[in-house]
T-cell receptor
Framework: KQEVTQIPAALSVPEGENLVLNCSFT??????LQWFRQDPGKGLTSLLL?????REQTSGRLNASLDKSSGRSTLYIAASQPGDSATYLC?????????FGKGTLLTVNP | DTAVSQTPKYLVTQMGNDKSIKCEQN?????MYWYKQDSKKFLKIMFS???????INETVPNRFSPKSPDKAHLNLHINSLELGDSAVYFC??????????????FGPGTRLTVL
């Protein structure tokens, strides 16, 4: 059974800092790893999808890496901004479904 | 031109009632999903349908019955509502079921409160 863990559960940083969010998964038989953003009271927005054959994906200030053999992914956010404040969820795609971690609540202080 | 829409956005009801939540996607996707996000914000899959066929039923009580009248719609009917059913329910869709390239697109959620 796939289990996904995210560390830290919450993170507070000053504006402008670079930061890393961590995600680990127990079953390496995944076909992709996805990172989502959730704003309070809203749905999920897809940020990055890394296929199992890829090592990383980049979109603007976001970079996600995947190490399938060790069951780890990281989301790197460069030059953080207050608008980045949200909950970040990682999800492992396997067995016809996404298994989510509990998320990291990020607060970027002006 | 919302990609994945859900109705209603909020639902407040008494214990024991029966209620339905509707979901529609206009993306032409083959696969649709229902997720439950509990009070601790943990998001867990409930059901998955591929081309109107049930693929995943993740040990959900049989009081929950999904129905897919066509590929673009996946509704969730809940019988005999219980306090523990209070949560936010998200609908999602993806182009295919298992492709490594396909992301899931989520609806805005339905906040269900059972009194």
């Amino acid at each position: 059974k796939q289990e996904v863990t995210q560390i830290p559960a919450a993170l507070s940083v000053p504006e402008g800092e670079n930061l890393v969010l961590n995600c680990s998964f127990t079953d390496s038989a995944i076909y992709n790893l996805q990172w989502f953003r959730q704003d309070p009271g809203k749905g999920l927005t897809s940020l990055l999808l890394i296929q199992s054959s890829q090592r990383e994906q980049t979109s603007g200030r976001l970079n996600a890496s995947l190490d399938k053999s060790s069951g780890r992914s990281t989301l790197y956010i460069a030059a953080s901004q207050p608008g980045d404040s949200a909950t970040y969820l990682c999800a492992a795609g396997s067995n016809y479904k996404l298994t989510f971690g509990k998320g990291t609540l990020l607060t970027v202080n002006p | 031109d919302t990609a994945v829409s859900q109705t209603p956005k909020y639902l407040v009801t008494q214990m024991g009632n029966d209620k339905s939540i509707k979901c529609e996607q206009n993306l032409g996707h083959d696969t649709m999903y229902w997720y439950k996000q509990d009070s601790k914000k943990f998001l867990k899959i409930m059901f998955s349908y591929n081309n109107k066929e049930l693929i995943i039923n993740e040990t959900v009580p049989n009081r929950f019955s999904p129905k897919s009248p066509d590929k673009a719609h996946l509704n969730l009917h809940i019988n005999s509502l219980e306090l523990g059913d209070s949560a936010v329910y998200f609908c999602a869709s993806s182009r295919h079921q298992t492709s490594g390239t396909d992301t899931q697109y989520f609806g805005p959620g339905t906040r269900l409160t059972v009194l």
